[in-house]
């Protein structure tokens, strides 16, 4: 069965992308992982992928100087009553780039190009991230991102990849404790605040 895109990449730098929704309010969690399935190259190869953590979510007015108002009304009363409301609003998150698949396998380093606009974004299945999180480099990138608190963002990332881990999940925790251990060696109590979060 051919896999359904969630979004559309619309603005995309170095270091991460911003992408529009297909649904309203459909976006994917904060600290999920996205691919991005880049336009048809020869360079990169069919294969080639883009990962991405999403690190924020917006629902806003389509129209850039207008913003939505309060009505007083539940969702289901205005969608009943006004249904066109709901057609000016679109649901767009960010997320940081923070590796890449090519004919040699996984990279968890930033891709040499950004993901091109009008591309696809697709959730990771669980396989997929089990293999990218079989190394934990990428966490150090997370606590560089400076817009959203990084402690928050590198808690949600390990508890959303732990399903992954069902099987390993022990080893799975250890390995990224040790890593965090290691990045957080001169501050105990903000390493020890994160472990404890972590746990399921």
Do not use: W
Not at 69 to 79: F, Q, V
Not at 89 to 111: N, S, V, W
């Amino acid at each position: 069965m051919k896999e359904a895109h969630i979004a559309e990449v619309i603005e995309s730098n170095t270091t991460e992308l911003i992408a529009q929704c297909r649904d309203l309010h459909c976006s994917p969690p904060f600290g999920s992982f996205v691919k991005v399935k880049p336009t048809s190259n020869p360079v990169e190869g069919a294969n080639f992928l883009i990962y991405g953590l999403v690190f924020n979510v917006m629902t806003h007015s389509i129209e850039p100087n207008r913003r939505a108002i309060a009505y007083g009304k539940t969702e289901e009363e205005l969608r009943n009553e006004q249904p066109q409301i709901f057609e000016l609003l679109k649901t767009e998150f960010q997320a940081h780039l923070i590796g890449y698949r090519d004919q040699t396998g996984i990279k968890q380093i930033l891709p040499s190009q950004p993901p091109r606009i009008h591309s696809f974004v697709y959730t990771c299945s669980l396989e997929e991230v089990r293999e990218f999180t079989r190394q934990s480099d990428y966490l150090r990138t997370l606590f560089t991102i400076s817009r959203v608190p990084p402690d928050e963002l590198v808690i949600a990332t390990i508890r959303n990849s732990l399903e992954a881990h069902a099987e390993d999940s022990p080893q799975y925790l250890i390995q990224v404790g040790k890593e965090l251990s290691r990045l957080l060696r001169e501050d105990y109590d903000r390493l020890s605040s994160i472990l404890k979060r972590i746990a399921p």
